[in-house]
C-alpha cells in the first residue's frame, strides 16, 4: 500500500478495508522499539473508529471502548502490546506527566495510537505513521495517510 495519499469512505465497511491494509502495515514495523501512529483530525471524524477497525484486523474480539474518558485503553493481543490513547481532555504538561506517557514510547514492541497528538507536544515528536481524517459530509471522510 501507498501511504502517501489520500482516500475517500464513504462507509464503515471502507474504513474496514483500510483498516486491514494499515494493520498488515504495522505488522512489519520493528519489533524493537515502539512504533507511534498520530490520528489528528476534528471532533466525530472517525478516528476512535479506524482504531476500532484496526483493533479487530489485529484479532481483538473483546469490546473496545473509547479513551476519552480514561485517556489510555491498553490491550494486548497475540504478546502485543497496543496502547490507544486520546488526549483531547488533556490540558497542561503536568496530566501528560503524571500519566507517565513518557514511558509508553520507551516500550519495544508495541504500537501507541494517539489522538490529538498536537497536545503531546514534547513527548511524541516522531511517529511512524501519521492518519488525517476529516469531514465531506455527513457520511464520508477524506482520509490522509502520512508515513514518516
Known amino acids: 500500500m ?3 495519499k489520500k482516500i475517500i469512505l ?5 474504513t474496514a478495508d483500510i483498516a486491514k491494509e494499515i494493520a498488515s502495515e504495522l505488522e512489519t ?9 498520530f490520528l489528528e483530525g ?12 484496526i ?10 471502548t473509547s479513551p476519552t474518558f480514561t485517556i489510555i485503553e491498553p490491550y494486548l493481543i497475540k504478546d502485543k502490546k497496543i496502547y490507544h490513547i486520546d488526549l483531547y481532555r488533556i490540558e497542561s504538561r503536568k496530566e ?4 507517565g506517557i513518557e514511558e509508553y514510547s520507551a516500550e519495544n514492541d508495541c504500537l501507541i495510537f494517539i489522538e490529538w497528538p498536537e497536545k503531546a ?10 492518519i ?9 471522510r477524506e482520509l490522509i495517510i502520512e508515513k514518516s
Open 2 to 4: 501507498n501511504f502517501n
Open 10 to 14: 464513504n462507509s464503515l465497511d471502507d
Open 29 to 37: 514495523y520493528p519489533k524493537n522499539k515502539a512504533s507511534i501512529i
Open 42 to 53: 476534528d471532533l466525530g471524524s472517525g478516528k476512535t473508529t479506524l482504531v476500532k477497525e
Open 55 to 64: 483493533l479487530k484486523s489485529f484479532g481483538l474480539s473483546e469490546p473496545i
Open 96 to 99: 501528560l506527566e503524571v500519566l
Open 121 to 130: 507536544e514534547g513527548f511524541f515528536s516522531e511517529y511512524d505513521l501519521k
Open 132 to 140: 488525517r481524517l476529516s469531514h465531506i459530509n455527513e457520511i464520508s
